[in-house]
T-cell receptor
Framework: GAGVSQSPSNKVTEKGKDVELRCDPI?????LYWYRQSLGQGLEFLIYFQGNSAPDKSGLPSDRFSAERTGGSVSTLTIQRTQQEDSAVYLCASSYAAEAPVPYEQYFGPGTRLTVT | GENVEQHPSTLSVQEGDSAVIKCTYS??????FPWYKQELGKGPQLIID?????GEKKDQRIAVTLNKTAKHFSLHITETQPEDSAVYFCAASGDNYGQNFVFGPGTRLSVLP
């Protein structure tokens, strides 16, 4: 079946511009995560959506970052007034989440490589 | 919150040898421990996971062991092959995950032919 897809795969933008990154999760997955991965580094948690609950935004590094998830499916991560330090790979993952708060494996998309010049 | 450490950061082995990567976690409430493999230019992919009600799990050449008392878990790869070369991430999560699903910093494994 279809996995998690992300678009664009690569994005080059000038400092100060806004960018939008899109994530299409696996159908039926109610949990969705965004992570940031700098070159050669681990995964930095950004934001988590679970069903209709309020998102966990505790990982967003500044108020220039925001994300939304429409209709419990597609998610968009927006970075306003981009800075060079925002350059990284942005990964999206989705997960099945049962009613009980038991963690399940995450399925990752291929990522969007963002370069801010 | 949870903190996950991973060692070593890089590991080189000869083809056919075994590789072991170790992780420690801080939150005794964590109960789910997955391992992900990330190849160049791709997103991480789950290779094996273990829950806190078991001490060991094996899938062909890959095994994971968990010591809840010591709060550490390890990935074992036997008979390594060049295609095992990748970055491996461990993670730990408890219930009510979200930010509590925490990844280790990763181990770059190189299998030398």
């Amino acid at each position: 079946g279809a996995g998690v897809s992300q678009s664009p795969s690569n994005k080059v933008t000038e400092k100060g511009k806004d960018v939008e990154l899109r994530c299409d999760p696996i159908s039926g997955h109610t949990a969705l995560y965004w992570y940031r991965q700098s070159l050669g580094q681990g995964l930095e948690f950004l934001i988590y959506f679970q069903g209709n609950s309020a998102p966990d935004k505790s990982g967003l590094p500044s108020d220039r970052f925001s994300a939304e998830r429409t209709g419990g499916s597609v998610s968009t991560l927006t970075i306003q007034r981009t800075q060079q330090e925002d350059s990284a790979v942005y990964l999206c993952a989705s997960s099945y989440a049962a009613e009980a708060p038991v963690p399940y494996e995450q399925y990752f998309g291929p990522g969007t490589r963002l370069t801010v010049t | 919150g949870e903190n996950v450490e991973q060692h070593p950061s890089t590991l080189s082995v000869q083809e056919g040898d075994s590789a072991v990567i170790k992780c420690t976690y801080s939150d005794s409430a964590s109960n789910y421990f997955p391992w992900y493999k990330q190849e160049l230019g791709k997103g991480p992919q789950l290779i094996i996971d273990i829950r806190s009600n078991v001490g060991e799990k094996k899938d062909q050449r890959i095994a994971v062991t968990l010591n809840k008392t010591a709060k550490h878990f390890s990935l074992h790869i036997t008979e390594t092959q060049p295609e095992d070369s990748a970055v491996y991430f461990c993670a730990a999560s408890g219930d009510n995950y979200g930010q509590n699903f925490v990844f280790g910093p990763g181990t770059r494994l190189s299998v030398l032919p």
